[in-house]
């Protein structure tokens, strides 16, 4: 079931439309970054074309003394400062022009990537803190049938393809724009025809790499997906080694391999042979065009209309455009890309969050828990529970035995509000639990669940996790009480000892009872057990049980478990089957019933007695 | 335990790594000289550029003359048309270089990891296989066959340039070239930075990833433990240093380009100054004489020369990033496996890429563990002088806690590993006299958690005998009664059971397994239990195929539900590497030992699990 969910996860967004809001929310504190990088592309371009002009200008003007091509404004200027003259003997002012262009040009070069790295890594930030956010506030529904591989893979690479987008080429496209815009200005200024002739190729190699870039797409895919399979298949060689090993199958294994390694060689040498032709031809496009405009220039300055820097200038220029212009096709494939990413991880920021059914009080916890026709199901034709009613006092001991599916614990998670019921009333002291703000109602129920989850830091960290005010000895002392302090204390580094993903692996039983110790340091008035002592023998289990009555002699304890020895002191016992209550009553009460909890007090009464085998 | 992934912050460049690496390169001549030659032409056609339009300049522009034009025009095109193809044919070939390298290197990486022993498999990740394989494979692979490109391309590019300079002016070159020593330094000391800070960055962003899996894996006990506002703190916390070491990381490559460019600037404006003069007033100049042509080309070569600067420092960079690498890589090829046959029964018979099965002895299935004592490298002594004697067809169960001994019993009986003391015979033989597959080719092994590969259930079946027919297999399928469910799937036998068979459940990947084992039919059966169990149906079903399977063969079952060994010839209690108790299931239960306990427990829960009833599995615990 959860195979054919992550299918739909992944399968879904892929036609999503770009969600532009999200991306204006997310800009949302950084756009001034992007209007200086807008301004910085602007000036770094500007300067980056001073520069040929600077040697045009030379060649013209100061070398050659022709005046025509050079534009009004900068002729009186130069007139004002002495004219040629002046230039041919400060020839130095024309270097440290240039110089100085160059410098401009690069501190604008900095201040763009500055500017985009600022906006970049902000956004960055806030998707990423708003996903977390997001992902631990979703109900818990959410997280029971969502596949964690794929929600990883979203928070990270998509994350990370929508940062490298805005990082690396939302500028570029400005700045081919930019580029494109002014060098046509500049060259329209100077001659018209020439500018055509110039600028005659870009079109078709602009779209040339539209078109190359869309097709190569599906070469990229042709490669992934040999490469994937290829992958797979070494996953499943490794992982079943000794399969292959002790059917002797690894000349069949190497043959399988062989075959598909060099199937994904061939893929890839494909896509890179089409790379190869495009950057080739392209190449030579770009080359062909400013070989024109230097052979045009040339006829024009015989002819009288082009002068000797208007070619350089000329050149230059067309050779300065035609890099971008070339890669302008993947930039618009890689924005394809973010966008689709954007998409998904819309899809995460768009699911709903826990609501408050209620008026979201904060009152005291202390007092009767009283369930009265509790109905429940995960969806409308199924009923997990069914008409639970029962009432439970401070002080009290709940103990509940039912089978697999027969609703426990969902009932729990009613309580804790982790489902909303469908059907009857919850009240905690008087209050209905919809109305008590969720927040509240958890921190005042302690659970432990059968399979704890424990936090990669160490057991110390973990255990003081909701209580980080407390003293060592507070730790030591629930530590005692779930009878795990001196398996504790054994380890090499003791409670240091780092747990979790990146620590060492703790025993199932182990777990559990870290677990309880950091349950009793919520100084929950109810206390909730789901068959969390399953992983501990039964003597650890009845002195835990004994610590934590004398705990919690006021509150609440619920106890989930199949072993009759637990459940026995309990003063409500309630038997599940089937969605509802079939028994309720103490030990000795629901021992002189037909029932089934009698049936299984034999059953566990006989074995522990040896007289059966 | 296992080999941790390791950042390898490599200082050095390790040139010993590289240059075993580059053999691989070596090994395709064609390609490798191919790629040299499609790369002097384009560096030379690369460095004459400046040098046409130096012409058209002194020729054309400055005279007002387009005598030759037409001539000039069609040299200058086919100067294009050669460079392209010298692109076109570099790219491809050093493609097909680097595709070729990737393919060698996993193929002798694959070899080697079919080779290796299981004590190596023990240690290490199967993610740390595959980054070795994969990943770094493709990443060396591309440096090796790229870099190759760019440094020749640089070093023939600026080695061309310069000299050219030299040629048209030396005075000049020499002048506008003064800042080159500089520039070099600089870049390999920024690119050295930019690299610590990128390891930086990295390095936290696994933590980020880390913190979301451990967000979402625990975000039902975050809630019921009301931790939502301080998960999110701490997270906000780390992301805001990923933030500020990302900044700076970009900050730093950032500062990069702009400061080469401008220092390279300074260059270029003396070029135009002292150059201008010679144009100017050949006579008084510094540098002398020079054309307009002399000079355009020559503030072309200034502004063109730092790009190579820049590849050369990246490159180097680069190989630093990726020693790390090429390091794992060539450690992963190094690993020798601790089982090999020796070379005179290789010779004899065989070995897995070339079997002489005509020479094996056939088996008949006695086995005899003589003082069997196994130690890993590390001095944990799992097993200690071990005797056990197994007639032909007999059915041995092993029982005891985790690790207790048993799967090493069952590893040392499947030639696994071998005894560090004492020897294993089967049929009177020590196993190190034959080859390994010779062994191996006459085991069934059936694991805990079945694995299967992707392909279809008959693919699967015909595993350990590819040449079986269609009829055997369904034979097969029919004796450990999966044809039921088989006949069941979309297209029977054909159907695709996805990636290890996700699209059965444990119980179906469970029989398949079984009658995969069944048409292989082996003399020497080994059972490793699942610990868990499947639904009462499946069980009754596995039931009948292991008892089909037990018949007529010598099999070992390491046993976790105890109803499964009730008929074994012996059951054997393992505790610390020897046996505690030995006997039928009567003799045990009679001893009210170990094996008592454990039997009088697993009763208990059975039926208390019956009485309860197999009611509809709840959702949530799916």
């Known amino acids: ?613 | 335990m296992y080999i941790e992934e390791q950042d390898f912050a490599a200082k050095k460049i390790d040139w010993n790594v590289w240059k075993r690496l580059y053999r691989y390169a070596l090994q395709n001549k064609k390609l490798f000289f191919t790629v040299i030659v499609a790369l002097v032409v384009v560096a030379a056609i690369d460095i004459a550029y400046p040098l046409f339009t130096k012409y058209a300049i002194d020729h054309f522009v400055v005279p007002k003359t387009i005598d030759g034009l037409g001539a000039f025009a069609l040299l200058y095109l086919a100067l294009i048309l050669i460079q392209s193809s010298g692109v076109i044919t570099f790219i491809t070939f050093a493609g097909k270089l680097e595709m070729a390298i990737a393919y060698t290197i996993r193929q002798d990486a694959f070899l080697r990891l079919q080779e290796l022993s299981f004590s190596f498999y023990d240690r290490t990740a199967v993610g740390y296989m595959m980054a070795r394989m994969m990943s770094d494979t493709s990443r060396l692979s591309d440096m090796i066959a790229w870099s190759l490109v760019d440094v020749l391309w640089s070093l023939l590019y600026a080695i061309g340039c310069i000299v050219t300079m030299f040629v048209l002016s030396w005075k000049l070159a020499l002048i506008s070239l003064a800042v080159l020593p500089l520039l070099a330094f600089i870049s390999i000391r920024l690119q050295k930075s930019m690299l610590k800070h990128q390891r930086e960055a990295r390095k936290l962003n696994s933590r980020i990833t880390g913190a979301f899996n451990e967000g979402i894996m625990g975000a039902v006990t975050t809630k019921t433990l009301v931790r939502e506002e301080d998960n999110a703190n701490e997270f906000n916390e780390l992301t805001g240093k990923m933030r500020q070491a990302s900044i700076k990381s970009a900050l730093v490559s950032a500062s990069f380009f702009p400061i080469i460019m401008s220092l390279g600037a300074v260059g270029t404006g003396l070029a135009l100054t002292l150059g201008g003069q010679g144009v100017l007033n050949p006579q008084t100049a510094l540098i002398g004489a020079l054309t307009a042509g002399t000079l355009v080309a020559f503030i072309s070569y200034c502004t063109q020369i730092f790009d190579p600067i820049q590849q050369l420092a990246n490159i180097l960079a680069e190989m630093l990033g990726s020693q790390a690498s090429a390091e794992r890589v060539i450690t992963l090829m190094d690993t020798k496996p601790d089982v090999t046959d020796s070379a005179e029964i290789i010779w004899k018979y065989g070995d897995i890429l070339d079997p002489h099965p005509e020479n094996w002895e056939p088996i008949t299935g006695n086995i005899t563990f003589d003082h069997v004592t196994f130690q890993y490298k590390s001095g944990e002594r799992v097993l200690d002088d071990f005797s056990l004697d197994v007639k032909a067809g007999q059915t041995i169960a092993l029982v005891g806690e985790t690790g207790a001994g048993k799967s090493t019993i069952v590893n040392l009986l499947c030639r696994f590993y071998e005894p560090t003391e004492g020897e294993i015979r089967i049929d009177g033989t020590d196993y190190r006299q034959r080859s390994q597959l010779w062994l191996q080719s006459s085991l069934g092994y059936v694991l805990q958690t079945p694995h299967l590969f992707s392909g279809t259930i008959k693919d699967n079946i015909r595993f350990g005998k590819p040449d079986a027919t269609d009829e055997e297999v369904m034979l097969a399928a029919r004796l450990v009664h999966a044809e039921p469910f088989i006949l069941q799937q979309e297209k029977g036998y054909d159907t695709e059971i996805g990636e290890s068979g996700a699209r059965l459940s444990t119980g179906q990947k469970q029989l398949l397994s079984f009658a995969r084992v069944v048409l292989k039919d082996p003399r020497i059966f080994v059972l490793d239990e699942a610990t868990s169990s499947i639904d009462t149906e499946t069980e009754q079903l596995i039931q009948n195929a292991i008892t089909h399977i037990l018949n007529n063969r010598t099999s070992f079952i390491v046993a976790h539900r105890l109803s499964t060994i009730r008929t074994a010839d012996r059951i054997l209690v393992i505790r610390n590497g020897k046996i505690q108790e030995s006997g039928t299931h009567e003799e045990l239960l009679r001893q009210h030992g170990y094996y008592y306990d454990l039997y009088t427990q697993q009763f208990c829960e059975d039926r208390t699990a019956e009485s309860l009833g197999t009611a509809k599995q709840e959702e949530e615990n799916d």
């Open chain 1, 1 to 613: 079931m959860k195979k054919n969910k992550k299918k739909i996860l992944i399968e879904k967004p892929e036609r999503k439309k770009t969600n532009w809001k999200l991306v204006g929310e997310l800009m949302h504190g950084y756009r001034h970054y992007i209007i200086f990088a807008t301004i910085s592309v602007l000036l770094s371009t500007a300067f980056s074309y001073a520069v040929p002009y600077v040697t045009s200008f030379t060649l013209d003007y100061v070398i050659q003394g022709i005046s025509t091509s050079t534009p009004k404004f900068l002729l009186s200027l130069v007139e004002s400062l002495g004219g040629r003259d002046y230039f041919v003997h400060s020839l130095f002012l024309c270097g440290i022009a240039l110089f100085f262009f160059t410098a401009m040009n690069c501190l604008f070069t900095f201040t763009r990537r500055q500017n985009i790295a600022y906006a970049s890594e902000g956004m960055a930030t806030k998707l990423r803190n708003r996903l977390y956010r997001h992902l631990e506030d979703v109900p818990y529904d959410y997280h029971k049938h969502a596949s964690t591989g794929d929600l990883v893979q979203r928070c990270t690479s998509d994350v990370d393809t929508v940062r490298r987008f805005v990082h690396l080429q939302l500028m570029e496209i400005v700045r081919t724009f930019v580029m494109f815009i002014l060098a046509a200005i500049v060259m329209f200024s100077v001659n018209v025809k020439m500018t055509l002739i110039s600028l005659a190729f870009l079109p078709f190699l602009t779209i040339g790499s539209f078109i190359y870039f869309k097709y190569v797409q599906e070469y990229f895919t042709g490669s992934d997906e040999a490469e994937g399979a290829l992958s797979t298949m070494l996953q499943e060689n490794l992982t079943g080694v000794r399969v292959v090993r002790a059917f002797g199958q690894q000349k069949s294994e190497i043959d399988k391999f062989t075959k598909l390694n060099s199937t994904y060689r061939e893929k890839t040498y494909k896509l890179i042979k089409l790379l190869g032709f495009y950057w080739g031809l392209s190449d030579s496009v770009g080359y062909i065009q400013i070989g024109l405009s230097l052979c045009m220039g040339v006829i024009g300055v015989y002819r009288g209309t082009f002068t000797l820097g208007n070619v350089a200038l000329f050149t230059t220029y067309v050779a300065m455009l035609t890099w971008p212009v070339r890669q302008l096709g993947r930039i618009l494939a890689d924005m394809g890309k973010a966008g689709v990413s954007l998409g998904r991880l819309d899809e995460i920021l768009s699911a709903p969050v826990e609501q408050e059914p209620g008026k979201a009080l904060s009152p005291d916890i202390k007092g009767d828990i009283v369930f009265d026709n509790v109905c429940f199901g995960y969806d409308r034709y199924n009923d997990v529970l069914d008409g639970v009613s029962f009432t439970a006092k401070p002080g009290q001991t709940v103990a509940i035995l039912g089978a697999t599916g027969s609703g426990k614990t969902s009932l729990v998670q009613l309580l804790q509000r982790l489902y909303v019921r469908t059907a009857g009333s919850i009240t905690i002291a008087g209050t209905d639990v919809n109305d008590i703000e969720h927040g509240h109602l958890r921190e005042n129920i302690g659970i432990v669940l059968q399979e704890p989850f424990l936090y990669s830091r160490t057991i110390m960290e973990n255990i003081r996790i909701c209580a980080p005010c407390s003293t060592e000895e507070d730790v030591y002392f629930a530590a005692r009480t779930a009878s795990v302090h001196e398996v504790i204390e054994n380890f090499e580094q003791g409670y240091e000892t780092l747990v979790g993903e990146r620590g060492v692996t703790l025993s199932g039983g182990q777990q559990q009872r870290v677990a309880i110790a950091r349950t009793l340091m919520q100084k929950a008035p109810i206390l909730i057990f789901d068959d969390s002592m399953s992983a501990v023998d039964s003597e650890t289990d009845a002195a835990i049980r004994k610590s934590l009555l004398a705990l919690n002699q006021e509150g609440i304890t619920f106890l989930i478990s199949h072993r009759i020895t637990t459940l026995r002191e309990a003063d409500n016992i309630l038997v599940l089957e089937n969605g509802r209550i079939t028994q309720q009553g103490t030990h000795s009460e629901l021992i002189h019933q037909e029932g089934l909890y009698r049936r299984i007090a034999e059953i566990q009464d006989a074995i522990s007695e040896g007289g059966n085998a």
